[in-house]
């Protein structure tokens, strides 16, 4: 995909619209109101090519075109997003819980990705990865456009050796370290991912360290993976307000942490060839963690 005809304004990036076809202004001001009628007539939409939209403008079906969205008022995430490296190539940061990396429904100005732009300078930030906005620790960007598919697909190959760390129940009955593998499914709309027969997609190796932390090492990266293994072995991690159960939450409840943390990062970098690895300054709850009720025998995974 071909660069944004628009710069990151403030930090955030043009929204990219996909037409349905035919004139623009008719059709943006149907789907998105008064307000988008407005930014056409005040010349603020451009095509992919960067030609202004215009009162006459008609373009096809499938085609794009750019404009900055107006931001909604958000709650503020009241926790630094800290820097453990930075060079020409990479900014390497320690999340804190309850920030979401990139921009994606009511969390816009409020995401890793925004805040880094702006307090670093970086207009071209992107990152190389993603963590779920509950879970905390290592998150690696991009700082240039001409890196970013190096270190995106070397994440995408799985050649990125993840440690996580996270505290649940203790279940005496259960014989770790083991290796859980299984068939995740996360559908559009659907708050939860879940398990599914058929050939597993996503495996995860869980010990237990002891007093309720365990170690997760992930060899697949399905979106909320080790939520959805942990709470299949009995042992949903502590905070975690979707699984095994959804529990409403307030948007400015930031009390209750998940407790799940991206704790390192080790690779071999693709430009360099050197290996390099990164840790988390962040530490979880150090409560006992609760004992839970044998389930009995379990199926082999």
Not at 141 to 149: D, L, P, S
Not at 163 to 174: C, E, H, I, K, S
Not at 195 to 211: F, K, L, M, Q, S
Request: net charge positive.
């Amino acid at each position: 995909m071909k660069p944004a005809p628009l710069p990151a304004r403030d930090g955030l990036g043009p929204a990219r619209v996909r037409l349905f076809g035919g004139p623009v202004l008719a059709e943006l001001e149907s789907r998105f109101g008064a307000g988008a009628r407005a930014k056409v007539l005040a010349g603020e939409v451009v095509d992919a090519d960067g030609a202004v939209v215009t009162e006459s403008t008609v373009l096809p079906a499938a085609a794009h075109v750019y404009l900055y969205r107006e931001l909604r008022d958000e709650v503020p995430v009241p926790f630094d997003v800290d820097v453990l490296h930075r060079d020409d190539d990479i900014v390497v940061v320690d999340k804190p819980h309850f920030l979401a990396t990139m921009p994606r429904g009511r969390h816009v100005a409020q995401t890793a990705l925004v805040r880094l732009r702006r307090e670093l300078d970086l207009p071209e930030l992107a990152p190389a990865h993603r963590l779920d906005r509950l879970t905390a620790g290592v998150l690696l960007f991009t700082t240039r456009r001409e890196v970013r598919g190096a270190y995106q697909t070397m994440f995408a190959r799985g050649e990125v050796h993840k440690t996580y760390l996270a505290r649940a129940g203790v279940d005496p009955a259960l014989a770790l370290p083991t290796v859980v593998r299984s068939r995740i499914v996360k559908r559009r709309g659907h708050l939860q991912a879940v398990e599914e027969p058929g050939e597993p997609n996503a495996v995860t190796r869980i010990e237990h360290c002891g007093d309720g932390l365990y170690r997760l090492t992930p060899s697949t990266g399905r979106t909320h993976q080790l939520r959805v293994h942990m709470a299949a072995l009995g042992l949903p991690i502590l905070g975690d307000p979707w699984y095994p159960d959804v529990v409403d939450v307030a948007p400015d409840d930031f009390t209750n942490p998940l407790q799940l943390l991206a704790h390192r990062l080790e690779f071999t970098d693709p430009l360099t060839g050197r290996r390099r690895a990164f840790v988390s300054a962040r530490t979880l709850d150090v409560s006992d963690a609760p004992r839970v009720a044998p389930r009995g025998a379990r199926p082999t995974r």
